[in-house]
């Protein structure tokens, strides 16, 4: 599934130094991520892998713009975004990260292509592009035929192909997936760890976490996580 026609730019430096993540409970606090450092090169797959619990999500999510660190900083280019105030962080989560959850994330009563068309629209492009764009992702996934369907009348495997089609409409640098084939019989893992690899073939810049060691062979580069900690890269 190449994406060269839907995609024009390319993918952003990512290092994180000294980052940490701590949550406070009743009872205790409990440190998510431990002093992580890590750099991912535009136009690389990397999978994080580790069982649930380890902090491979939380890094996704700091990376992403969806949390905030408790120390350290991530360079997104030039920029730590960990030094971002709201508004600009609505900016870069719009504008340049495309984040694939493991629940498909799709609103349930809009069509497909309208799923796609929404984050157009909160970008400020016009119907006729965001329509265009939006046809178009779909038929890269080859699901051209079925933008009328809500996500209920779609399969898993196809709900997902539209979810990272969600993820690409507004032409993201940085690309996040979290346990993006957890949900899915063995051919549709197939056809969603080829499509995330594509993205990297692109130029884009692909972080994936997931439990599933035969998905991260198929990435360029894998690290190993445990007990919020980074070990060093398998390969």
């Given amino acids: ?5 839907t995609s024009h730019v390319a993918g952003l ?3 994180v130094l000294g980052l940490s993540k701590k949550y406070r409970t009743l009872a205790a606090e409990v440190t998510a991520l431990d002093n992580i450092s890590l750099a991912f090169r535009p136009g690389e797959s990397v999978a994080l892998m580790g069982p649930s619990g380890c902090g491979k999500t939380s890094l996704l999510n700091l990376i992403g713009g969806i949390d905030r ?3 350290g900083s991530i360079m ?3 920029v730590d975004i960990a030094r971002l105030k709201e508004r600009e962080l609505e900016r870069y989560r719009l504008l340049k990260v495309g984040y694939v959850f493991q629940f498909f994330n799709l609103i349930p009563t809009l069509s497909a292509l309208k799923n796609l068309e929404m984050p157009m629209l909160i970008a400020g492009m016009g119907e006729d592009e965001r329509h265009a764009r939006a046809q178009k992702l779909l038929d890269m996934v080859h699901l051209g035929a ?3 369907k809500r996500p209920e009348e779609l399969s898993g495997g196809e709900q997902q192909r539209v979810a990272i089609c969600l993820a690409l409409v507004n032409d993201p640098p940085l690309i996040l997936a979290d346990e993006p084939t957890g949900n899915l019989d063995s051919a549709n893992i197939g056809v969603i760890t080829d499509l995330l690899v594509s993205l990297s073939n692109e130029g884009k810049t692909v972080i994936v976490a997931t439990h599933d060691p035969k998905v991260a062979q198929a990435f360029s580069r894998t690290h190993d996580m445990r007990d919020g900690r980074l070990a060093a890269a398998d390969r």
């Fill in 69 to 71: 660190s408790s120390s």
């Fill in 13 to 15: 430096p990512v290092e």
């Fill in 146 to 148: 079925k933008g009328h």
């Fill in 1 to 5: 599934m190449a994406i060269a026609e």
């Fill in 76 to 78: 997104v280019g030039d």
